[in-house]
């Protein structure tokens, strides 16, 4: 009987597309949280058959990949300018290109061709899921009174389950987070206003990742476009503060940017171009707040969104 609590994430950035790079505990381990794995996601043809009595046919699998979806928690990465790797390989598999500046900064902004890939090992209690060739997108949110996380969807080639022991990982390299609040998480600017009080944060790299398999061609898994959007909830102002409803009616975009977390293990997410869309207000705590949607717009291309660990 294997256990639900006993599972585990390996990932690995690979060099040549769908070639395990054979990924290890002692360095690629992934400390994750609310993990999914859809060990056979297929699309699948129905035979239709015509026969004198009544009853389904049978549907037969067209293609096969993997489909694993998990959180991992926003913190700083192994070092001033060093990258925790598993992470990393996530990252870079998410249509994000790395840039580190030795002993202050690793920065992840998105591409548009030469997306690189990654594969991971999931285990579930010894019953092993290899997915290579992955690729995907991923989603952070920022919630008061919360931990940050990261949220990655991704899709992988198919190869069957084994049974396989993965010894004991090594999760040194990932730092412990601190929770959204008045402390830990500065430096709002909305839509170049910098006095907004955050209740919360969202934002969806939102690629568009499809499973490929044609004919006299090797299976691949692709980013073909990227659709930056995600939402705000910020205490109502004055007009007089900001016209928030001006800036959505008459489609001013502006710069954003936030920084979360102490020197050492902080997080700073960057957008140079913001749309506001669908204002609504709500209630928090007998409070009246703005709820904004919002669209990430490149600038002077591939910036629509940067985010850098220091």
């Given at each position: 009987?294997?256990?639900?609590?006993?599972r585990l994430i390996?990932?690995?950035?690979?060099t040549?597309?769908g070639?395990d790079?054979v990924?290890?505990?002692?360095t690629?381990?992934?400390?994750v949280?609310?993990?999914?794995?859809?060990?056979l996601?297929?699309?699948?043809?129905d035979?239709s058959?015509?026969r004198p009595?009544?009853?389904?046919?049978?549907?037969?699998?067209?293609?096969?990949?993997?489909?694993?979806?998990?959180e991992v928690?926003l913190?700083?990465?192994?070092?001033?300018?060093?990258?925790?790797?598993g992470?990393?390989?996530?990252?870079?598999?998410?249509?994000l290109?790395?840039?580190?500046?030795?002993?202050?900064?690793?920065?992840?902004?998105?591409i548009?061709a030469?997306f690189?890939?990654?594969?991971i090992?999931?285990?579930?209690?010894?019953l092993?899921?290899?997915?290579t060739?992955?690729?995907?997108?991923?989603?952070?949110?920022?919630?008061?009174?919360?931990?940050?996380?990261?949220?990655?969807t991704?899709?992988?080639?198919?190869?069957?389950?084994?049974d396989?022991?993965?010894g004991?990982?090594?999760?040194?390299?990932?730092?412990?987070?601190?929770?959204?609040?008045?402390?830990?998480?500065?430096?709002?600017t909305?839509?170049?206003?910098?006095?907004?009080a955050l209740?919360?944060?969202?934002?969806d790299?939102?690629?568009?990742?499809?499973?490929?398999?044609?004919?006299?061609?090797?299976e691949?898994v692709?980013?073909?476009d990227?659709?930056?959007s995600?939402?705000?909830?910020i205490e109502?102002t004055?007009?007089?503060?900001?016209?928030w409803?001006s800036?959505?009616?008459n489609?001013?975009?502006?710069?954003?940017?936030?920084?979360?977390?102490?020197?050492?293990?902080?997080?700073k997410?960057d957008?140079?171009?913001?749309?506001?869309?669908?204002?609504k207000?709500?209630?928090?705590?007998g409070v009246?707040?703005?709820?904004?949607?919002?669209?990430?717009?490149p600038?002077?291309?591939?910036d629509e969104?940067?985010?850098t660990?220091?």
């Amino acid at each position: 009987m294997a256990s639900m609590r006993k599972r585990l994430i390996l990932a690995k950035r690979e060099t040549t597309y769908g070639t395990d790079p054979v990924p290890v505990v002692g360095t690629d381990a992934v400390l994750v949280r609310d993990l999914s794995v859809n060990p056979l996601d297929a699309q699948y043809a129905d035979r239709s058959l015509i026969r004198p009595y009544l009853g389904r046919s049978d549907q037969i699998p067209t293609t096969a990949q993997y489909r694993v979806e998990f959180e991992v928690e926003l913190a700083g990465m192994k070092g001033l300018g060093v990258a925790t790797p598993g992470l990393s390989a996530l990252l870079r598999a998410c249509g994000l290109a790395e840039t580190i500046v030795a002993t202050t900064s690793v920065a992840y902004a998105p591409i548009s061709a030469a997306f690189e890939s990654a594969t991971i090992y999931a285990y579930y209690d010894g019953l092993l899921h290899k997915l290579t060739g992955a690729r995907g997108s991923v989603s952070l949110q920022l919630e008061k009174q919360a931990l940050p996380t990261l949220k990655f969807t991704l899709t992988g080639l198919w190869s069957p389950a084994s049974d396989s022991t993965h010894g004991s990982p090594v999760y040194t390299d990932y730092k412990t987070p601190v929770p959204v609040n008045a402390t830990n998480t500065t430096a709002l600017t909305l839509a170049g206003y910098t006095g907004a009080a955050l209740a919360s944060l969202s934002i969806d790299l939102a690629n568009s990742v499809v499973f490929r398999s044609l004919v006299g061609a090797s299976e691949q898994v692709l980013i073909t476009d990227r659709q930056p959007s995600g939402s705000v909830s910020i205490e109502a102002t004055t007009v007089a503060a900001k016209d928030w409803l001006s800036a959505v009616r008459n489609v001013t975009t502006g710069v954003f940017s936030v920084t979360h977390g102490p020197a050492g293990n902080r997080v700073k997410i960057d957008a140079p171009k913001v749309q506001l869309t669908d204002p609504k207000y709500s209630d928090s705590d007998g409070v009246v707040m703005l709820d904004l949607g919002l669209q990430f717009l490149p600038n002077a291309g591939n910036d629509e969104i940067v985010i850098t660990f220091l």
